[in-house]
T-cell receptor, first 118, second 113 residues
Framework: SAVISQKPSRDICQRGTSLTIQCQVD?????MFWYRQQPGQSLTLIAT?????????ESGFVIDKFPISRPNLTFSTLTVSNMSPEDSSIYLC???????????????FGQGTRLTVV | GDSVTQMEGPVTLSEEAFLTINCTYT??????LFWYVQYPGEGLQLLLK?????DKGSNKGFEATYRKETTSFHLEKGSVQVSDSAVYFC????????????FGAGTQVVVTP
């Protein structure tokens, strides 16, 4: 099973600034995923990050606001740009291990970055 | 599109009570189904999973059975403990959808001594 480390674990930021969240995996993975969990809400996928190509963003999320880097198979960063209080959320990095015959096994999550924008 | 609906919380129980959290889903094909748990201040952890119809996932006294005919994956535990207080998320993923989990809204469970 993959072990994922995220940092920072939490931060309080001023509006208009940017924060970069790092995600380190203890094994090589093809795809990494970034989710957002707004207060009291479920998880929403922001984007899929593949090594060597641009991230693929879900509807409602754009690269200018959430630029992502994926320099190698064990690391990714998510930047939350020009922050506003509405960006206050938990941001989670995830990787998935696939099983045989097309069955998904499970997703592994980092402990999350709790962001508060003031 | 795919969706997961789970009962709203918070669910408040006394220790040793029976817990059920309902989860139904909408998806094309044959998704894999999961229950994740989020303890206070922590990330998500996989609790159990089922990859095909009639499979039963179980872990730490929790069980859930993949019911295709009712498109459900209800979570149950016969005797809860205070340490089971957490938020529980039902989730699905289609076999053709790498990494794109669809999560339910989450159900907060509070177990009192």
């Amino acid at each position: 099973s993959a072990v994922i480390s995220q940092k920072p674990s939490r931060d309080i930021c001023q509006r208009g600034t940017s924060l970069t969240i790092q995600c380190q995996v203890d094994s090589q993975v093809t795809m990494m995923f970034w989710y957002r969990q707004q207060p009291g809400q479920s998880l929403t996928l922001i984007a899929t990050a593949n090594q060597g190509s641009e991230a693929t963003y879900e509807s409602g999320f754009v690269i200018d606001k959430f630029p992502i880097s994926r320099p190698n198979l064990t690391f990714s960063t998510l930047t939350v740009s020009n922050m506003s209080p509405e960006d206050s959320s938990i941001y989670l990095c995830s990787v998935e291990e696939g099983g045989g015959q097309g069955y998904r096994t499970e997703a592994f999550f980092g402990q999350g970055t709790r962001l508060t924008v003031v | 599109g795919d969706s997961v609906t789970q009962m709203e919380g918070p669910v408040t129980l006394s220790e040793e009570a029976f817990l059920t959290i309902n989860c139904t889903y909408t998806a094309t094909g044959y998704p894999s189904l999961f229950w994740y748990v989020q303890y206070p201040g922590e990330g998500l952890q996989l609790l159990l999973k089922a990859t095909k119809a009639d499979d039963k996932g179980s872990n730490k006294g929790f069980e859930a059975t993949y019911r295709k005919e009712t498109t459900s994956f209800h979570l149950e535990k016969g005797s809860v403990q205070v340490s089971d207080s957490a938020v529980y998320f039902c989730a699905l993923i289609r076999t053709d959808s790498w990494g794109k989990f669809q999560f339910g809204a989450g159900t907060q469970v509070v177990v009192t001594p």
